[in-house]
């Protein structure tokens, strides 16, 4: 009974988001984008909830896994009674052409089951060797997990002070969301994090390939899925626990809902697109670059637009959804973390010590490496994706979320080199160490762009 | 009758060719965790990483619940690797490098000049490995 209950409470923050998404107007996604959404939506606001029960002197961790499961029963309610309130939009028209079964669509499909296949053994024999992940799995994220597990109630304060934990700094999604399923489950079993990584890894190859299936077709959707499965990068970074490839989820699905606000300009896109933008902030620092980056690209389209008094609304409604976990991240920065190495560095003196020449062409030469291979011998997906581009043609007018999100995941790569620049660590290692997986971050957000260049632009529907 | 292929059929064919090479990139990784995987299971093992982990949590009992561990390393092997994974096996207990705590957790072979088995200041309580041993301190 016990363990049925924890299953369910485990499983309660998907299938909340799960049926709001189908339920509102962001149905026009289509039922397996929801999906994702929801999985990545689920994880993060959980982590938002679990770390704020956290902070509450609760008389047991039965009390506080009751209160927590009151919460997400709640929801879940909610959620069940609005929808029998509301009328039910009709879903959106997706103006596609009719697919028939086509050589390539066949080899598309063998490719995704291939590659899919490949990806999932290199998953599961990675997770066989090495269960407690790579070494920023226990070094960076678990250990903080099994402070917030096995420190209930006050000795989890102890990684956060003097001297506080390594990298203690870094926010507290994965984390948060660890120990919450430890502590439902009853121990700490490496299951969690392995299937934490693994929902996460498969929700970023559903959403890029079934979102463009929408916007598109089958095919180009399922050469966008095969294209991420047979990056060496994810498949070595997808069972590694660490928080990179949720990373990579939460901003896909940012651009993917800032996409379905464009289109089909329903307030709830605007608000789901801020949290998901709010969340990678919570995952890992780069989300603090990556919520202005995206905010501004936002203001530049919304003012391009003006369309009506309320031409704003879109950026506002999108900080108002980022709002939430900006508050957790902020509370967490302010009352907890201990400065960044990066940016307790900063001095006028280091910093025109490492803005030079050499250090530019260093940091941009192994970018082009890595943007090149993507973890590859010879040549990796982006250039392959450059490839199809060129020869199938981009849309006379592209999508305008395509060129936005381009233009947004170019001014993160500019931000990443000016950390990089920055940074007071030796730029050789830091590079070695890192690059890498800083790349995968911005990789399915890429690979969804740069197919959807082909996609018309699609003028927006009325607003319910 | 001639067959036409549309730019995107030739994009998407060309596409789908070339992931031939990224994909070859993961097949090395795929077979030797495999390779790991079946040698595991012949010599019916835990993984390294599990054994590793399950050694330094049966250090638990020989330690305070909550507080400061020190961690000290003598021979050749890296301390950064020792700190991090005993951080993670005994957590929520601080590990700090340092011999200045009230329990020590010494890596390396007892025998170096620098262990702690050669300081009158502390007395061995457990010793689970040849090269792990954990020391408490007698005098402050």
């Known amino acids: 009974m016990m363990a049925v209950a924890s299953a369910l409470a485990a499983i309660a923050p998907v299938l909340a988001w799960y049926l709001l998404l189908r339920g509102c107007a962001t149905r026009a996604l289509g039922p397996m984008v929801c999906f994702g959404a929801a999985a990545g939506l689920g994880l993060g606001t959980s982590s938002l909830i679990w770390w704020t029960l956290i902070q509450v002197p609760f008389p047991s961790a039965s009390t506080r896994l009751f209160v927590d499961a009151m919460v997400w029963t709640t929801l879940l309610l909610g959620v069940v009674v609005a929808q029998r309130r509301r009328t039910t939009l009709p879903p959106a028209e997706h103006t596609r052409a009719p697919w028939s079964l086509s050589p390539v669509l066949v080899a598309a499909t063998l490719a995704v089951v291939v590659m899919g296949g490949m990806a999932a053994t290199t998953f599961a024999a990675t997770s066989i060797a090495s269960p407690h992940g790579s070494w920023d799995a226990w070094a960076v994220w678990n250990v903080r997990a099994r402070f917030l597990f096995l420190g209930i109630p006050t000795g989890w304060r102890e990684a956060f002070s003097g001297p506080p934990i390594e990298v203690a700094d870094y926010p507290m999604l994965v984390p948060a969301a660890i120990a919450r399923l430890w502590t439902l489950v009853g121990f700490d079993t490496v299951l969690v994090p392995i299937g934490v990584a693994a929902m996460c890894a498969a929700a970023v190859v559903l959403v890029v ?13 399922l050469l966008a ?8 990068a994810f498949a070595r970074w997808a069972p590694s626990q660490c928080a990179d490839v949720p990373l990579s989820l939460y901003m896909l699905l940012t651009y993917v809902l800032v996409a379905g606000g464009m289109e089909h300009r329903g307030r709830s896109f605007w608000l789901l697109a801020g949290l998901c933008a709010g969340l990678t902030a919570w995952t890992k620092n780069e989300g603090i670059v990556f ?3 995206t905010c501004l690209v936002i203001a530049v389209w919304a003012w391009h637009r003006r369309d009506g008094r309320l031409w704003w609304r879109p950026l506002a409604d999108f900080a108002l959804g980022a709002a939430p976990a900006l508050l957790v991240v902020t509370a967490f920065k302010y009352s907890l973390s201990p400065p960044n190495l990066i940016v307790d560095a900063q001095s006028s003196a280091h910093v025109s010590q490492m803005l030079t020449i050499e250090r530019l062409v260093q940091i941009l030469t192994a970018l082009g490496d890595r943007l090149w291979f993507s973890g590859a011998t010879t040549v990796g997906i982006l250039p392959i994706l ?6 199938a043609g981009p849309a006379r007018r592209p999508a305008t979320p395509a060129v936005l999100t381009l233009c947004a995941l170019a001014l993160m790569l500019v931000a990443y080199v000016g950390v990089y620049m920055l940074t007071p660590l030796n730029l050789a290692w830091q590079l070695s160490t890192s690059l890498e997986r800083v790349v995968l971050q911005l990789t399915p957000s890429l690979v969804w762009a740069g197919m959807l260049l082909r996609a018309p632009t699609v003028a927006a529907r009325p607003s319910a | 009758m001639p067959v036409r292929l549309s730019r995107h059929t030739l994009a998407a064919g060309v596409g789908l060719a070339l992931l031939l ?17 079946q040698r595991l299971r012949t010599a019916n093992r835990l993984s390294p990483d599990m054994g590793t982990d399950m050694a330094y949590r049966d250090l638990a009992p020989h330690l305070p ?9 003598v021979g050749e092997s890296t301390e950064r690797r020792l700190f991090f994974r ?4 005994l957590a929520p207990r601080k590990i700090v490098v340092t011999r200045e705590a009230e329990f020590v957790i010494e890596g390396g072979p007892a025998s170096a000049p620098a262990s702690l088995t050669h300081d009158p200041q502390f007395t061995l309580i457990a010793a689970p ?12």
């Open chain 1, 209 to 221: 390939g079934t979102s463009l299936r929408r916007h598109l077709s089958p095919t180009t959707g």
């Open chain 1, 225 to 232: 899925a095969a294209l991420l499965l047979a990056s060496p």
């Open chain 1, 291 to 293: 919520v202005p980056i």
């Open chain 1, 386 to 391: 450059v490839a199809y581009l060129v020869l």
């Open chain 2, 21 to 37: 090479l990224p994909a070859s990139a993961v097949l090395p990784m795929a077979e030797w965790n495999l390779h790991i995987w």
């Open chain 2, 65 to 73: 619940a909550r507080g400061v561990i020190g961690v000290h390393e």
């Open chain 2, 86 to 89: 005993l951080q993670y096996a």
């Open chain 2, 129 to 140: 490995e040849a090269d792990l041993r954990v020391y408490r301190r007698l005098t402050r």
